[in-house]
């Protein structure tokens, strides 16, 4: 099955730092979704981006689909940025989807 | 618009028991996808169901399984529980079945002893 890889594993940044998140995959995608989980569990909706680039607020992406990756840029981090960041994509018809081992952020004030 | 709901949002089982799990999906929504989060697998899909059909399924045992109402509420039940089942399990609603955008309700925490 599809191969998803997220780095880093592990993020430790200063408060108003910059950071980009990576997502490569190892097959053709027809979905691609972004999330934020947050210290309770919930999955926060990012980005729902197979493929360009999108904004909102602090936070943008690009998928360059014909490539297999995947960017989440996070500008001016604030500590409410911590948390544990997923890529997810799809494969098949329907809604499965294949996550990532994720990225876990910490924001130091 | 009211998001995704599961109930219960914590649960203790003993192992052996069965156990039952419910997803409300956002109201227009027709597509309930269920997914288990371990420290030790990450998230998994389980399946999805579309118009009260099973459309996929993950590898896991058939003592998982799950079924979908008219209202397009859906459940997942396990049965014969073993501490490995101890998870978060989330459920996913999507406006139809794929590939489109999902959505995830908090979870139900499931502790099995």
């Known amino acids: 099955g599809i191969q998803v890889e997220q780095s880093p594993p592990d993020l430790i940044l200063q408060e108003g730092a910059n950071s980009t998140l990576r997502c490569n995959f190892s097959d053709s995608v027809n979905n691609l979704q972004w999330f934020h989980q947050n210290p309770w569990g919930q999955l926060i909706n990012l980005f729902y981006i197979p493929s360009g680039t999108k904004q909102n607020g602090r936070l943008s992406a690009t998928t360059v689909a014909t490539e297999r990756y995947s960017l989440l840029y996070i500008s001016s981090s604030q500590t409410t940025d911590s948390g544990v960041y997923f890529c997810?994509?799809?494969?098949?018809?329907?809604?499965?989807?294949?996550f990532g081992a994720g990225t876990i952020l910490r924001v130091k004030s | 618009k009211a998001g995704v709901t599961q109930t219960p949002r914590y649960l203790i089982k003993t192992r052996g028991q069965q156990v039952t799990l419910s997803c409300s999906p956002i109201?227009?929504?027709?597509?309930v996808s269920w997914y288990q989060q371990t420290p030790g697998q990450g998230l998994q899909f389980l399946f999805e169901?579309?118009?009260?059909?099973?459309?996929n399924k993950g590898n896991f045992p058939g003592r998982f399984s799950g079924r979908q109402f008219s209202n397009s509420r859906s459940e997942m039940n396990v049965s014969t529980l073993e501490l490995g089942d101890s998870a978060l399990y989330l459920c996913?609603?999507?406006?139809?079945?794929?590939?489109?955008?999902?959505?995830f309700g908090p979870g139900t925490r499931l502790t099995v002893t």
């Open positions: 109201s227009g929504h027709r597509s």
């Open positions: 169901y579309f118009s009260e059909t099973q459309r």
């Open positions: 996913a609603s999507s406006l139809v079945s794929g590939p489109y955008e999902q959505y």
């Open positions: 997810a994509v799809g494969v098949e018809y329907g809604n499965k989807l294949v």
